[in-house]
């Protein structure tokens, strides 16, 4: 039995929960991973995992077991890195998640410079904006936005984005310019006037994960409204959103880096400038249980130089 590849199977399945999803993300066959385990609990003489039809669970023995393997595992990565790393550039592949806009308009366009830095070090890069299992799906590291609530994840912050409120011109051109974010709000059920119609229509983006639509939101000095207009058109994917307000859909609010040759170009203008949303945080995010490897260390120092420009702070 090869233990070393035994003790990080068995920690694949305890983090994603499946025998098939450790295979798949380890890109080993099946068949070997669930007689790695085998041969690892009969050498043990302990039950380290619980399996059942529907899921895989981790037995109190392994809960203490998996603790321990995972330190020495990532003890085992650091002396392999340290012993490379002087003479070797990083290699292989590396997995990584990002939102659409930032993908085709910051990440894509730059990755040929981060590939004539480490040729040696290949990007798989998945493209969207719904929430996503890290350990789960082999994912070594994502960027997102939004404050970040899950504390089983290490995050950098890479930048701090601004907003902007538009619309296309032809848009205003036939509903008119709002003066005050309450002239987007749609009509309450059981107000005084129940004949009212919203005098704007909202783009807008809606939750992969809860199916709603996210309210649009403004400052100015010390007043702070959320504003739940009537979305005419929701997505819930940043270029498709940026489509849609180009299209004339209606007003909405998306990142000014986005929007910034639209408006030059004189296909978007904006509206409410005197109001603004909070800045968007940026992260670079990876689980906290897993060993920081020079590939994900290389990919997070470039991600943070060429997000600089865009850094609003």
Known sequence: MDQLLALRVFARIAETGAFSK???SMNIPRPTVTKLVQDLER????????RTTRQVSVTPEGAAYYERATRLIAELDDMDESATRAR??????????????LANMILIPAL????ARHPELHVDLGVSDRPLDLIGEGVDCVIRGGELADTSMVARRIADLDWVTCASPVYLGARGTPRHPLELAASEPGSEDRTRVPGHAIAGYFSSLTGRAFPLEFRKGEEHLLVQGQPVVAVNESTAHLSALLAGAGIGQTFKFAVAPHLAAGHLRTVLDEWTRPRHPLHLVYPSSRHLSAKTRVFADWVAEVFAPFDDR
């Open 22 to 24: 450790a295979a798949d």
């Open 43 to 50: 050498h043990l003489g302990a039950k380290l995992l619980q």
């Open 112 to 115: 040929p410079g981060f590939r």
């Open 88 to 101: 070797a550039q990083p290699r292989g592949r590396i997995r990584v998640d990002v939102g659409s806009v």
